[in-house]
């Protein structure tokens, strides 16, 4: 992550602050947010997809108007573009609803008790996906805060989440007065029981 140690020399951080954070964000990374690897294959799959289905749809209309078909054909192929509308539209859905989903976790993350929860709760109805935007997302999310502020983490726990990374410090809990590096195993062994 040489980008982000730039910015932050360029911020003014010192060396070892920056080894502290690169190793954080690290860490954290990949709980939030996607690779561009695996992006770059999702995408890749769905235009493969999208690229199947219409032309799919183009060799159905084909058939459809290749002369002297017989009526059951006829209908089977009005079935098949039929279902393959439905399709496309229960795939618009889906979509839709993993947008608003994705929004709405990523507004929760880090100032709710229990995001899944906390989701459950907005009317995804009212909610509006506008050139990539979810509009009334603030609104709902400003009066879930008013009316059910228990949900919510103060902004004091936030920061100190912040402050306080869980899991191993170094240095930290252990003997103030360490050995010597350049001792031995025997002597800090020696060095212990003589106590």
């Given at each position: 992550m040489d980008w982000l140690k730039e910015l932050l020399k360029k911020l003014g951080v010192a060396?070892?602050?920056?080894?502290?954070?690169?190793?954080?964000?690290?860490?954290?990374?990949p709980k939030h947010f996607v690779s561009k690897t695996q992006y770059n294959e999702v995408t890749e799959a769905k235009k493969k997809a999208e690229k199947d289905v219409t032309e799919r749809d183009k060799q159905i209309e084909e058939l459809g108007k290749t002369a002297g078909l017989s009526e059951e054909l006829k209908q089977q192929i009005q079935a098949l573009q039929t279902e393959n509308?439905?399709?496309?539209?229960?795939?618009?859905?889906?979509?839709k609803e993993l947008q608003l989903s994705n929004?709405?976790?990523?507004?929760?993350s880090g100032k709710v008790h229990d995001e899944d929860l906390v989701a459950g709760l907005f009317d995804k109805d009212k909610l509006v996906i506008n050139d990539g935007?979810?509009?009334?997302?603030d609104e709902q999310l400003k009066t879930l805060q008013e009316s059910k502020a228990f949900l919510f983490?103060?902004?004091?726990?936030?920061?100190q989440q912040r402050q306080t990374p869980a899991g191993?410090?170094?240095?930290?809990?252990?003997?103030?007065?360490?050995?010597?590096?350049?001792?031995t195993l025997k002597d800090a062994i020696a060095a212990h029981f003589q106590k």
């Open positions: 060396d070892t602050e920056i080894d502290k954070i690169d190793a954080e964000v690290v860490k954290e990374l509308k439905e399709a496309a539209e229960k795939h618009a859905t889906e979509m929004a709405i976790k990523s507004a929760l935007k979810v509009v009334g997302l983490k103060s902004d004091e726990s936030q920061q191993f410090r170094v240095g930290g809990g252990g003997n103030p007065n360490p050995p010597a590096a350049t001792a």
